[in-house]
């Protein structure tokens, strides 16, 4: 690790404080157990968990994945072993291992939300935030469906932070062309800030079956190819000042994450990247640490939403 990293790196959204601005993107990294052995995760700003439900989901029929130019389609459908499984067999394990977790859920209207937010409540001490899935394009309810409706984004939110103490983050869909409208509803039902984005909607077909290459037909497209959508829908949400965003989308290298902050990213969520370099949270938070050195940033703050348009 570069002597300087940890130096000036801290950054907040609203009330959640990171020690660097790295976090991993729920789905694309477990619970961050596994990925221990291989270099020290509480490293990491935080670890966003899979999507857990209130039951276990065995998800959507394969195949699950496919390989795009430049980037990913999956249709998982959020096979999760369900909220406790997390708590009893995850929890004690991250707990152990000093990691900062973001617990991601997701249910299929404000009802199952609040029956999960009940759950969570007994190790809500234990978590940084809890956030909200409703941008899930694989799903049939709940997912991107209940994400583009503005009065079910308030009332899942206020729902859950009825009962949680921690802060709540949503994370919206880059498939919707109303974000403005989506993450004021959610900051009125009391988020603190918006994750952005999940995956974007895709298709892919087989020439010589004529078949679709994913199980569930349609699946949502993550990696490098998504990169300049993410940025574009960061940057255009930035502008309106509602909350604080982690950005995510296609990030490969910590120039990329440079660029989100720029955008106007608090924060930076990585995915498709830990399937193609296991280390990418350690390199990305290093390079972002040499690159305030060679550019005498004293606080990664200071380049939040520093874009210079004109
Ligand atoms: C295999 C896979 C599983 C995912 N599972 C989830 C999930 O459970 N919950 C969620 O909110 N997002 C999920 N995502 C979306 C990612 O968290 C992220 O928002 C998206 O992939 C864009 O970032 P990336 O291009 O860096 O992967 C998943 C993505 C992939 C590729």
Redesign the pocket.
């Known amino acids: 690790m570069n002597s300087n990293t940890g130096k000036g790196l801290s950054v907040k959204l609203g009330t959640i404080e990171l020690k660097n601005p790295v976090i991993m993107?729920?789905?694309?990294f477990s619970s961050g157990i596994e990925y221990n052995d291989l270099y020290d995760v509480s490293m990491l700003g935080a670890v966003t968990t899979?999507?857990f439900s209130l039951v276990p989901r065995e998800g959507n029929k394969p195949p699950r994945l496919c390989e795009t130019p430049a980037g990913?389609l999956?249709s998982?459908g959020?096979e999760n072993e369900g909220i406790d499984f997390f708590i009893n067999e995850h929890l004690p394990v991250v707990k152990r291992s000093g990691f900062t977790i973001i617990l991601?859920i997701l249910g299929a209207d404000a009802a199952e939300f609040t029956n999960l937010a009940t759950k969570i409540r007994k190790i809500e001490d234990d978590l940084l935030a809890v956030e909200l899935?409703l941008?899930?394009p694989n799903v049939e309810k709940g997912g991107i469906t209940l994400g583009s409706i503005p009065d079910e984004v308030e009332n899942v939110t206020a729902a859950v932070r009825k009962i949680l103490n921690i802060p709540v983050i949503v994370?919206l869909s880059p498939n919707n062309n109303n974000l403005a409208e989506l993450a004021s509803r959610a900051k009125n039902g009391g988020a603190e800030a918006i994750s952005l984005?999940?995956?974007i909607i895709g298709m892919a077909i087989d020439i010589n079956t004529f078949k679709p290459k994913l199980g569930n037909i349609i699946g949502?497209l993550?990696?490098p190819a998504?990169k300049p959508v993410a940025v574009a829908k960061i940057y255009n949400l930035y502008k309106e000042k509602i909350l604080p965003i982690i950005g995510?989308?296609?990030?490969s290298d910590w120039k990329d994450a440079i660029e989100f902050m720029l955008a106007g990213a608090s924060a930076i969520?990585?995915?498709?990247?830990n399937f193609v370099d296991y280390n990418a949270g350690k390199n990305i938070l290093e390079g972002i640490a040499s690159y305030m050195g060679s550019k005498n940033i004293l606080n990664i703050t200071d380049i939040i939403g520093k874009v210079k348009v004109r």
Do not use: D
Request: with cysteine.
């Open positions: 993107c729920s789905g694309t899979k999507s990913l999956n998982i959020l991601s899935n941008s899930c994370k984005i999940n995956t949502g993550s990696g998504i995510m989308g296609g990030i969520g990585l995915g498709t990247v």
